[in-house]
């Protein structure tokens, strides 16, 4: 069985609680789950599958835990690795910098060697600006539980059935 490794950082829950529902549409994979605050370097790059998910903070701010563990991202070669993000945003309070750190997130992977899989349409988003647009999509799945919790379940369902077939 294939293994999966989702690493998160959230700091009120809301990454946390996407990264369990991810988790549960992945059935058939050995799907590991960790917060990336209590996370070693060298368990993250044991994985050739991974998904990372992060929160926007500040304005436009990478999620703390992520902050501190980038340095070792940066550190870290990714060649050979499929990585797939989604990131927690309020589209509405923060129009402009919706879901950044996932697009900071991205920038560090690609730059690492990653294969990034499970873009996403930016239609059905209401923004102004994100660093996470890459080339007219999202460099992973945004997520708005603050406006729209109950879009969030089957943006999931979707976005994992599409990435399966990225994962074999
Ligand atoms: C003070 C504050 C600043 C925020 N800044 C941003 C931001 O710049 N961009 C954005 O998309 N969301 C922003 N958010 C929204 C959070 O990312 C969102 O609530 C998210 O679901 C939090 O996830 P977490 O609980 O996993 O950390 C902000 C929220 C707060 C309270």
Known sequence: MDKIAIFYGSSTGNTKTAANAIAKQLNGYDVYIGDIANAEPSHVSGF????FGVSTWGYGDIQDD???FLPNLEKMDLTGKTIAL??????EAYPDTFVDAMGDLYETVVKNGARVVG???VDGYNFSE??????GRFAGLPLDEDNESDMSSTRIENWVSDLKSCFN
């Open 66 to 68: 992520w902050e501190i």
């Open 86 to 91: 989604f990131g927690l945003g309020d589209a």
């Open 48 to 51: 050739n599958l991974l998904i």
């Open 130 to 135: 994100s660093r996470a647009v890459i080339d």
């Open 119 to 121: 873009q996403v349409p």
